[in-house]
């Protein structure tokens, strides 16, 4: 490639967000609110529609309300009754939605796989599938810029950190059915000895997610029952003895091509500890750098109070008035920052 082309094709960026998922939309909103701009990369060719209903606790709504959009989604949520805490069950769509009409306009650039990160001296460069190469801004006046990998599980980011990858933790099976619209809409229940996690979120569209413990999947064949709804939905009806009658009516009525399951990811809480979770002017956030199995309950949550403590630290780091000093110093300061951030929580 000449370097005349490949001058054309670079551009520079301030601050980089890899992923417009949860973590990566709402990092750049807490951003934005923080009159810091941002660029987010999707791979896709659109904002992302698909997923389920997902439950969002307190520590979450704390953070929507940080960045201002906390009274629009309970406004189309589902309160989960009988609880002290407030506990919430959100469409993903919705979520995702608010988030990004919240943003500026070509805040996220969609269509945009990242390739590969390469390093130039201290600044980074971003290679995208379509010959498109970004920058860390770099010159004279400008302080240290960010890349932030909010990527997911297959975190191109983490990968390029040298994260573990996640590994398969247990087989999880996912029903979209209509019948549990019949059931309450704060219906939860969880049942430890025979399921780690079951939920019913009777919304719209209601979804019900069975997450097995190890023990129950200790003789099942993963891999054939992922491939074959007929064996998911007979493991489920198997063991659903000690639930109410009307759970196992759901589950008995829902079709087959209605029911999905995936392999659920977990990373070592040790290897987030001891990862490298931060080099230079990279980090990750999110599912990227701790994914979460859904009988916790945070994954979703956690992914937004990261977005709203990164936004505030960045923004300390990068808005401050610059010291009279080497710029090795201002450096130093926005590591030490983001090396801070997830130890945080808003009082």
Same mark, same amino acid.
């Given at each position: ?29 807490g ?7 941002s ?5 896709s060719?659109?904002s ?26 309970r ?11 407030? %506990? ?13 009409? %919240? ?22 460069l ?53 019948? %549990?619209? %019949? ?26 997610g069975?997450?097995p ?25 198997n063991n ?10 759901v589950?008995?009525r ?17 290897n ?10 990279v ?31 960045l ?33």
């Open positions: 490639m000449s370097s005349s082309l490949l001058k054309e094709e670079m551009k520079e960026e301030d601050i980089v967000i890899v992923g417009a998922g949860i973590a990566g939309l709402a990092t750049s909103l951003l934005h609110r923080l009159g810091l701009r660029l987010v990369l999707e791979s060719d659109n992302r529609s698909t997923g389920f209903a997902l439950t969002l606790w307190t520590n979450a709504w704390r953070a929507l309300d940080a960045v201002g959009i906390g009274d629009s989604l406004q189309r949520s589902v309160q989960l009754r009988g609880r002290e805490s407030e %506990a919430r069950c959100v469409e993903r769509k919705d979520l995702l939605g608010t988030l990004v009409e %919240a943003l500026p306009r070509d805040t996220v650039r969609y269509s945009s796989k990242v390739v590969s990160i390469e390093e130039s001296g201290p600044f980074k971003v290679h995208l599938s379509d010959g498109t190469i970004l920058k860390t801004k770099a010159d004279d006046t400008s302080r240290l810029k960010v890349l932030i990998g909010c990527d997911g599980i297959n975190s191109s980011v983490a990968n390029w950190l040298g994260l573990q990858k996640p590994g398969d933790q247990r087989l999880g099976a996912w029903l979209n059915s209509q019948m %549990a619209t %019949a059931l309450s809409p704060s219906f939860l229940c969880t049942l430890e000895e025979v399921f780690a996690l079951v939920s019913f979120h009777a919304m719209p569209s209601a979804y019900i069975f997450a413990t190890h023990h129950l999947l200790s003789n099942v064949n993963d891999e054939d029952m992922e491939k074959s709804p007929v064996k998911m939905k007979q493991f489920v009806l659903v003895g000690k639930l109410p009658q009307e759970v196992s009516n589950v008995e829902t079709e087959l091509d209605s029911i999905s399951s995936a392999q659920m990811k977990f990373r070592l809480p040790w987030v500890l001891l990862g490298d979770i931060i080099r230079d002017n980090c990750v956030a999110g599912d990227a750098l701790h994914p979460m199995t859904p009988d916790l309950g945070q994954g979703g949550c956690s992914a937004l109070e990261d977005s709203v403590i990164l936004a505030r630290y923004a300390k780091a990068l808005l401050t008035k610059p010291r009279a000093g080497p710029k090795e110093e201002e450096e130093e300061e926005i590591s030490k920052d983001q090396k801070g951030f997830g130890g945080l929580r808003k009082k």
